[in-house]
């Protein structure tokens, strides 16, 4: 049988439930803990998500390998510690990745790429497949210059740029706006040489097996990953540098003509000269037009922090990966650079590539 409370006990619980109601009233009014501003920055929380990194070309050459080492160790030196997954996007020559990440990549520090360093050149020569502004693109950083190189297997016919003024030789292209097309094109028209450019191959990586396999002479590809991955074939005699894509010729390969060497007048030289530039571009990050301030300034320095990082740099050496930085701003110069082009040698590029 239930006893009826007493005065005493009721009063008891009236005391305790305004306790409780004065307590609850307290911590709502009560102003939220401060928070981590180095934890909950717009910054860091864009980078909350991964990043992915689309690379211009497939899987196999130098843009594909910088972008892999990049994808390694960049989210380390983000804020939030981002993952980052590599993406290739193969198709004319990384135009089809530059479209991209300029018109439909998002612009909140998720998406980032490597793409040709013909770029520039490709909009200043107003190729019909440009839908971009390469002065517009947030540049993030070069992670090295590139010496761009051609070479040939030891049974094509042909073994020198002498030798191809007067006998043929097949190269395997990788697409309308790689060197391993245009240069071949342009010294075709230019010099008098006798290249034969078969296209289709994604990226250097199956050309040089394409090479190698015979179905080729030669093809073009980067000084940077022969010494990283195909040195024994110039050391055992099976293959040989015949060009180097540069003004003057590197201290590396002081034996190869460089392109600046060729071209009979001013004009000519101007064009080769002017494919001889991109390494200057080498292989390097850009982000989407219009990047908020903040998310660009996280990448640029991100990269910068990455190429002092002597795990990556440990790694990049074992590769033989060279790694020469170079700021946003020294690629923004070079792209607004290339962009000058006079329209005397725009008509001249275009003719060349009508034929």
Known sequence: MRTAPTASSIARLAATLTFASLT???LTLAPAPARSQTANTDTD????????????YAPGGSYDLYARFTGRF?????????SVV???MPGAGSLQAANYIYKVAPKDGTAIAVIAETIPMEQALQNPGVQYDAARFTYIGRLASSNNIHLVWHTAKAQSMQDVLKTEMTVAGTGPANIAETVPKILNSLVGTKFKVVSGYPSSGPAMVAMERGEVDGTGTSWAIVKSQRMSWINEGKARII???????????PGVPALGEFGSNPEDKAILNLYASGGALGRYLVAPPDLPAEIAKA??????AMMRDPEFLSETRKSTLEIEPASHTDLETVAKRTLQVSDTIRAKVRDIFKQ
């Open 74 to 82: 960049l989210g380390r030196h983000l804020p939030g510690k981002p």
């Open 86 to 88: 590599v993406q290739n």
């Open 243 to 253: 060009l180097q894509v540069l003004p003057t010729r590197s201290a590396e390969l």
């Open 299 to 304: 990448l640029r320095e991100g990269l910068q």
């Open 45 to 56: 929380s864009s980078f909350r998500k991964p990043i992915t990194l689309t690379v211009g």
């Open 24 to 26: 609850l009233v307290n």
